[in-house]
């Protein structure tokens, strides 16, 4: 988890605690004015507003976009207790980081910390109040790191428990997802069908331009040779050759195309 990203879950949750607060408050209003058919109406649009607020707060701050759908009274007292919690414990920590960073370097540049012996099973070390200080604000530090991701993931899920899309709208999804995966395996059938369809014809082609070809310089050559059959004509032998090479040379032009 990157500094700008842990900065960023951590002005969420502070956000969150504020927003917490102000649902607190809410709904220990809203509660009795729900009773209340008059005053109902406006329960509902402080509750839409305040709804609206967290869905802009996930979003801006968490990376969370959570699908438009109303997490209800139920969501509100859910998201109060972990904002006022987590804001707490949040606040708490770093607090106390920076107190401790900052006695530490107080101690180490103008303090004059002295010796504080630390007897560990085996190891005997000496150090001074100023390395604590600043030792035990990092380790805050850390753990302030751990605590902002754990509560933003649990914003995150309390979000899509009570805003996210319900089951209808998730089968709704799920049956688009495969009617598009369909239609693609279709469309590759049918490119390949014409791929195919393209290189037969192609090919059957070619093959009937060839044996045209062969036909024709076997006309060719029973032309020549009834030419020489006339008055006047080459010798028997030749017209023997002639013969015997237009027979050998059909079946390799056949075998080649």
């Keep these: ?25 809410f709904l220990v209003v809203a509660a009795p004015a729900a009773l209340v058919p008059a005053l109902r109406p406006a329960a509902a649009r402080g509750l839409a507003r305040l709804t609206a607020l967290e869905r802009a707060r ?8 959570p699908a438009r759908r109303d997490g209800g009274y139920t969501f509100l007292a859910a998201r109060a207790g972990l904002g006022v919690l987590g804001g ?18 107080w101690d180490l540049i103008w303090g004059d910390s002295e010796p504080v012996p630390l007897e560990l099973p085996g190891v005997k070390i000496v150090t001074n109040g100023g390395a604590l200080g600043i030792t035990a604000g990092l380790a805050l530090l850390a753990a302030l790191a ?13 979000a899509a428990r009570f805003l996210g899309p319900s089951g209808e709208e998730l089968m709704r999804r799920r049956i ?11 469309r590759a059938v049918d490119d390949e069908r014409r791929r195919i369809e393209r290189d037969l014809h192609d090919g059957v082609q070619q093959r009937g331009v ?19 059959d006339g008055p006047g004509g080459g010798d028997t032998a030749r ?19």
């Excluded at 996930?58 to 976009?65: D, R």
């Excluded at 414990?89 to 530490?104: E, I």
């Excluded at 017209?239 to 195309?257: C, L």
């Design 1 to 25: 988890m990157s500094g700008i990203r842990i900065a960023r879950s951590l002005a969420g949750v502070l956000l969150g605690t504020a927003l917490g607060v102000a649902e607190l408050l």
């Design 58 to 65: 996930l979003s801006t701050w968490l990376g969370h976009e």
């Design 88 to 105: 707490y414990l949040c606040a708490s920590t770093l607090f106390l980081a920076v107190l401790l960073l900052a006695g530490g370097a």
């Design 146 to 158: 751990l605590l902002v991701a754990a509560l933003a993931a649990l914003d995150r899920r309390l």
């Design 176 to 186: 688009a997802e495969l009617t598009e995966t369909r239609s693609g395996i279709v």
């Design 210 to 228: 060839a044996l045209a070809m062969l036909l024709g310089r076997a006309r060719h050559a029973i032309d020549l040779l009834r030419a020489g």
């Design 239 to 257: 017209r023997r050759s002639t013969r015997r090479r237009v027979a050998a040379d059909a079946p390799r032009s056949a075998d080649r195309n």
